[in-house]
T-cell receptor, first 114, second 113 residues
Framework: KNEVEQSPQNLTAQEGEFITINCSYS?????LHWLQQHPGGGIVSLFM???GKKKHGRLIATINIQEKHSSLHITASHPRDSAVYIC????????????????FGKGTHLIIQP | NAGVTQTPKFQVLKTGQSMTLQCAQD?????MYWYRQDPGMGLRLIYY???????DKGEVPNGYNVSRLNKREFSLRLESAAPSQTSVYFC????????????FGPGTRLTVT
């Protein structure tokens, strides 16, 4: 069974700080997703990546397939970045996750204080 | 486009009652999903539908049934609600193929007493 581990579970930082959230997984994957869930509950897809690095505004996602590890970085963090960030992976062999084989981490709860 | 919509937003049921959670998408997506989210756990797949007319079990299907009524709509039914089904339920959809992300609805918060 694929396990997805995120760290840290909780993170509180000051506005302007550089933020890093980590995701590790245990089996081969075809894609990794980073999602954002705001306090209101809605979930939004931030990135989908299978290699290298992607950037969108102040958000950067990287993945190292060999090390089975991905990071999500936030530069110049702002209170509006406060949310739960969720990592999800699509396994190369679909087991226990349905058609997509998506397995989700438990999320990292980020609070950015002014 | 409204994206993925879910009704109701909140629901309180008594043990043994039944109800249907509705989900619709207007993006012409083939694949649709129902997840539940519980405190301290990742999202878990209940059922999915790869295309109109097909449904399959996910990780936690017990106690639930689904219907893919047409390409737009995918409903989740609780026939006899139990307190263990207290959760937040999310519907999602995406186009076919591996290169696409999922789009989530706003969620339904269900409490079973």
């Amino acid at each position: 069974k694929n396990e997805v581990e995120q760290s840290p579970q909780n993170l509180t930082a000051q506005e302007g700080e550089f933020i890093t959230i980590n995701c590790s997984y245990s089996v081969g994957i075809s894609a990794l997703h980073w999602l954002q869930q705001h306090p209101g509950g809605g979930i939004v897809s931030l990135f989908m990546l299978s290699s290298g690095k992607k950037k969108h505004g102040r958000l950067i996602a990287t993945i190292n397939i060999q090390e089975k590890h991905s990071s999500l970085h936030i530069t110049a963090s702002h209170p509006r970045d406060s949310a739960v960030y969720i990592c999800a992976v699509r396994s190369l062999s679909y087991s226990g996750g349905g058609a997509d084989g998506l397995t989700f981490g438990k999320g990292t709860h980020l609070i950015i204080q002014p | 486009n409204a994206g993925v919509t879910q009704t109701p937003k909140f629901q309180v049921l008594k043990t043994g009652q039944s109800m249907t959670l509705q989900c619709a998408q207007d993006m012409n997506h083939n694949s649709m999903y129902w997840y539940r989210q519980d405190p301290g756990m990742g999202l878990r797949l209940i059922y999915y539908s790869a295309s109109e007319g097909t449904t399959d079990k996910g990780e936690v299907p017990n106690g639930y049934n689904v219907s893919r009524l047409n390409k737009r709509e995918f409903s989740l039914r609780l026939e006899s609600a139990a307190p263990s089904q207290t959760s937040v339920y999310f519907c999602a959809s995406r186009p076919s193929g591996e290169a696409y992300e999922q789009y989530f609805g706003p969620g339904t918060r269900l409490t079973v007493t």
